[in-house]
């Protein structure tokens, strides 16, 4: 069954605590991405990576960290130095297409208390 | 990339076709169209893209005008299901989507 898991759905942290989300895809796309969601905004991107061992940051990339040391595998660390970590955050891939169409998971809500 | 222009919010009555608009007047000739939507606290699904002619696909159907400056998004019997924030992409390809705040779609029972 193939497509993009995101772990877990919901995630707690405590206020100065480092948390790292969890993107997994099996559709062996070569890009992937880091979106932060608001409540009632669109889509921000944080980070992006379009192929192993190399990524660029986005349009709100402080407070934020990635690895990408396997092509499936693209996880986000939100560190204690991004001032509002709450929100829903969503990964997604990309087929190297004409078209290249994103493929986004389900999503994480990270809850800072 | 384009900006895109896409009323905040617009309702339907289940059973009847839904129309969306979105206006991209600053279209360059390389750009495409996409829509994506997003049901509440689901991650975006994508939906069709289109260059210049018109597209249908399981999901839906894209109109783009001739001149290119604005495009429909049709959902032909819309159900309850398909309740969502749609968002209306303009972009080259290779390029990254940037999300507006799209439009608001409840369809009615």
């Known amino acids: 069954d193939g497509g993009i898991t995101q772990s877990p759905k919901y995630l707690f942290r405590k206020e100065g605590q480092n948390v790292t989300l969890s993107c997994e895809q099996n559709l062996n796309h070569d890009a992937m991405y880091w979106y932060r969601q608001d409540p009632g905004q669109g889509l921000r991107l944080i980070y992006y990576s379009q192929i192993v061992n190399d990524f660029q940051k986005g349009d709100i990339a402080e407070g934020y960290s990635v690895s990408r040391e396997k092509k499936e595998s693209f996880p986000l660390t939100v560190t204690s130095a991004q001032k509002n970590p709450t929100a829903f955050y969503l990964c997604?891939?990309?087929?190297?297409?004409?078209?290249?169409?994103?493929?986004f998971g389900p999503g994480t809500r990270l809850t800072v208390l | 990339d384009a900006k895109t222009t896409q009323p905040p919010s617009m309702d339907c009555a289940e059973g009847r076709a839904a129309n969306l608009p979105c206006n991209h007047s600053t279209i360059s000739g390389n750009e495409y169209v996409y829509w994506y939507r997003q049901i509440h606290s689901q991650g975006p699904q994508y939906i069709i893209h289109?260059?210049?002619n018109n597209e249908t696909n399981e999901m839906a159907s894209l109109i783009i005008t001739e001149d290119r400056k604005s495009s429909t998004l049709i959902l032909p019997h819309a159900t309850l299901r398909d309740t969502a924030v749609y968002y209306c992409?303009?972009?080259?390809?290779?390029?990254?989507?940037?999300f507006g705040e799209g439009t608001q779609l409840t369809v009615n029972p």
């Open positions: 289109g260059l210049k």
């Open positions: 992409i303009v972009r080259v390809v290779g390029s990254r989507l940037t």
């Open positions: 997604a891939s990309q087929e190297a297409a004409v078209t290249d169409t994103q493929y």
